[in-house]
């Protein structure tokens, strides 16, 4: 059965410092894969995603992605982390089934302390 | 920039009452979807949308829900008779005008409904 796990629950990190968020998933191909982030009150914005090509993906607000498949991970990096940034964010995968739904992570909360 | 857009931002619902969960998607856009969030849990694919026709569905969307494009404008998801289990943050997506998967799903800022 096709899985996303994001093993970190939360995360606080001071302002300025690195961040890295996990995602590991379980498919029979290499599916397509997505970073959404949820501020408080807001919708799921892409911050990126990764459907072939080059493994090292660009997103916004400095946000990058590398998806490396003998781990099966597509993990996310941010070097210099802003208080902005504090927010909920999901590892997606798919299409799954021929219809393109989305099969998602349990999420990471990023909390930012000055 | 075109968002999708939701109301109620918040519904507070009884047990066993009809609740209609409305979403506006991005006007050029073909394909819709309904997913939900129960508390601490992960964001569910409920159903697809295409064509004026239920493409796909998970287990959770049983008889008593069910999805509508009354206009050009608005996607709904009506709940028929609440349970408890259905208090969850309800995000509706859009995506198109293109068929092509790699089309980027966007979403709305979610309803959250709580039944009592």
């Known amino acids: 059965a096709q899985s996303v796990t994001q093993p970190d629950i939360h995360i606080t990190v001071s302002e300025g410092a690195s961040l890295e968020l996990r995602c590991n998933y379980s498919y029979g191909a290499t599916p397509y894969l997505f970073w959404y982030v949820q501020s408080p009150g807001q919708g799921l914005q892409l911050l990126l995603k990764y459907f072939s090509g080059d493994t090292l993906v660009q997103g916004i607000k400095g946000f990058e992605a590398e998806f490396k498949r003998s781990q099966s991970s597509f993990n996310l990096r941010k070097p210099s982390v802003h208080w902005s940034d504090a927010a909920e964010y999901f590892c997606a995968v798919g299409p799954l089934g021929n219809d393109y739904k989305l099969s998602f992570g349990a999420g990471t909360t990023v909390t930012v302390r000055a | 920039e075109p968002e999708v857009t939701q109301t109620p931002s918040h519904q507070v619902t009884q047990m066993g009452q009809e609740v209609i969960l409305r979403c506006v998607p991005i006007s050029n856009h073909l394909y819709f979807y309904w997913y939900r969030q129960i508390l601490g849990q992960k964001v569910e694919f409920l159903v697809s949308?295409?064509?004026?026709?239920?493409?796909?569905k998970s287990e959770i969307f049983d008889d008593q829900f069910s999805v509508e494009r009354p206009d050009g404008s608005n996607f709904t998801l009506k709940i028929r008779s609440t349970k408890l289990e259905d208090s969850a943050m309800y995000f509706c997506a859009s995506r198109g005008p293109g068929s092509s998967s790699t089309d980027t799903q966007y979403f709305g800022p979610g309803t959250r409904l709580t039944v009592l």
């Open positions: 949308f295409y064509n004026n026709e239920i493409s796909e």
